[in-house]
């Protein structure tokens, strides 16, 4: 990793977000050139800066994905670009459609021509396990993202720029995650709110969430979707831990309050359109390798060492790797 990141320029939109700055913390220690940090929040970038004691290789650039001219000035000389940047959240995407296009859809398009103009070498983009067989406004956006960023492999001609994506489960004390909001119940109404108690969904903490994409960017050969694998849990179940593990002393009630808007039961890794491409895996590990053929270009097909191919293909559902402990020691 410290050949990798050594001396290099590096950039990270969304960079102030739960999995941004944590990325840019890991980042430090490699000892980069320099870090560019793009992100709409001035306050977030503020406290940032402040959290970091304003370390000399830091760059706060206040941007939005949506705008590409701030991109293609934030991009100049970077050597790899870690794209966290994104609405995330079910329920405002599902009532907000317009804008998780021009986010998540629009700014991607944004980050890969930045990305090709300023001859970036790496571009790792960050998605979810809901943009398999999505449901919801965002999973949609996100699977969007996922495919621009993986064809854009056959769009870039003579560029040298590699494009792959990280597809992550529920990141433990995220800022998007039910974690820091049930704390937040608890501690205002003494009551926590779950949705379907059988919903289950798959959970990673942000340190391996991290370490997936530093990984990723070793590994990566482009065109890649490099997954954790992961356990998961009943909602029902995980709230029972939350309380017992952070309010053992003190009466929490769960109450449920049905599914949101363009919620699924089950979340799935892995979607039938997975099961026509390669995959190969390890313990820790899926690298899905797409092999399409567009106009007669060469297919994206690569031997990975160390790792085996999967022939029977799994779905990797949410329902089938039910762990309890293991959730328990990731929150």
């Known amino acids: 990793m410290l050949n990798v990141f050594k001396n290099k320029i590096l950039a990270v939109t969304g960079g102030t977000g739960s999995i941004g700055s944590e990325l840019v913390k890991h980042l430090l220690v490699y000892k980069p050139k320099q870090i560019r940090i793009i992100s709409r929040d001035d306050s977030r970038q503020y406290y940032l800066k402040e959290e970091l004691n304003s370390p000399s290789n830091v760059r706060f650039l206040i941007g939005d994905i949506r705008d590409i001219n701030r991109l293609d000035f934030g991009f100049q000389n970077v050597d790899i670009v870690f794209h966290a940047a994104a609405l995330k959240h079910v329920p405002l995407c599902e009532y907000n459609p317009f804008e998780a296009i021009k986010t ?73 995650s039910v974690l820091p909001l049930w704390k937040k119940q608890a501690d205002r109404d003494g009551v926590i709110k779950i949705t379907n108690p059988e919903m289950t969904r798959f959970f990673m903490s942000i340190n391996e969430a991290v370490q997936l994409v530093l990984q990723t960017v070793h590994l990566t050969k482009g065109g890649e979707i490099f997954i954790l694998k992961m356990p998961s849990i009943k909602i029902n179940d995980l709230a029972k831990l939350f309380v017992k593990k952070y309010y053992s002393n003190k009466p929490i009630k769960i109450k449920i309050i049905g599914k949101r808007p363009g919620e699924k039961k089950h979340e799935k890794l892995l979607d039938g359109s997975d099961q026509l491409k390669t995959i190969f895996e390890n313990k820790t590990m899926l690298i899905v390798i797409p092999e399409i053929q567009i106009y007669g270009l060469r297919k994206l097909h690569y031997q990975y060492p160390h790792l085996r191919t999967n022939k029977k293909i799994n779905s990797f559902c949410s329902k089938d790797y039910i762990s309890t402990q293991k959730v328990n020691a990731i929150i």
């Open 104 to 176: 998540n859809i629009m700014g991607t398009q944004n980050v890969i021509e930045a990305a090709l103009h300023n001859h970036v070498k790496k571009v790792i983009a960050i998605s979810t396990d809901k943009a398999v067989n999505p449901t919801n406004i965002m999973g949609t956006s996100k699977l969007m993202m996922e495919k621009q960023f993986i064809n854009a492999n056959y769009y870039i001609g003579n560029a040298k720029t590699k494009f792959s994506c990280v597809r992550f489960g529920n990141v433990a004390w995220a800022r998007g």
